[in-house]
């Protein structure tokens, strides 16, 4: 069974402050991607990465940037939280290899930037 | 970019009833049509999929339909039951070599039992 999982399931964070968010998988899937999820704007695209060091922009990157040293892992960063950027965000892995490339999410971080 | 677009928000049915949630999608070059199901508090999950070579297809009481001259798409539930509350999602997927789907907002469905 895929598990995705990310470092927090709520986060409270003061506006300004620097956050990581950590997501995790263990099916050594080569694609993983970063969402958030607002009511009424279902599930938006932030950032994926398609391989170790390789990031690509998705349809709102302003204001987040992302890590990858390991295939395992992609770290979504606020260099600067705004309260604008309060939110789920969940994380979601997926490989190339299977037909179907299903996307596996994991349990989501609802962030709160005060 | 893929634009898709899903209707309607919200849907509330009577169990028993069917349920049909519509999507269009901009993009011609899109190929592949996932539905996912995302219930209160839980992750989305995959529950069915159409390829643009197939024009429907079923998975018990769930079904999808697939138009590609008009460019939209859909998901049939047949005789609801209230465990099919939840949050259902459509994407579409066109991008580069790997399927990057862009999803559509949402339709929260709730049975009514």
């Known amino acids: 069974d895929v598990k995705v999982t990310q470092s927090s399931r709520y986060l409270v964070k003061r506006t300004g402050e620097k956050v990581f968010l950590e997501c995790v998988q263990d099916?050594?899937?080569?694609?993983m991607f970063w969402y958030r999820q607002d009511p009424g704007l279902g599930l938006r695209l932030i950032y994926f990465s398609y391989d170790v060091k390789m990031k690509e922009k998705g349809d709102i990157p302003e204001g987040y940037s992302v890590s990858r040293e390991k295939k395992e892992r992609f770290s979504l960063i606020l260099e600067s939280a705004s309260t604008n950027q309060t939110s789920m965000y969940l994380c979601?892995?997926?490989?190339?290899?299977?037909?179907?490339?299903?996307?596996?999410f994991g349990p989501g971080t609802r962030l709160l930037v005060l | 970019g893929e634009n898709v677009e899903q209707h309607p928000s919200t849907l509330s049915v009577q169990e028993g009833d069917s349920a049909v949630i519509k999507c269009t999608y901009s993009?011609?070059?899109?190929?592949?049509f996932p539905w996912y199901k995302q219930e209160l508090g839980k992750r989305p999950q995959l529950i069915i999929d159409?390829?643009?070579?197939?024009g429907e297809k079923k998975d018990q009481r769930i079904a999808v339909t697939l138009n590609k001259t008009a460019k939209h798409f859909s998901l049939h539930i047949t005789e609801t039951q209230p465990e099919d509350s939840a949050v259902y999602f459509c994407a579409a997927s066109s991008r580069g070599g790997s399927y990057i789907p862009t999803f559509g907002r949402g339709t929260s469905l709730i049975v009514h039992p």
């Open positions: 993009d011609s070059a899109s190929n592949y």
């Open positions: 099916m050594d899937h080569e694609n």
């Open positions: 979601a892995s997926s490989s190339p290899r299977d037909r179907r490339e299903t996307q596996y």
């Open positions: 159409i390829r643009s070579n197939v």
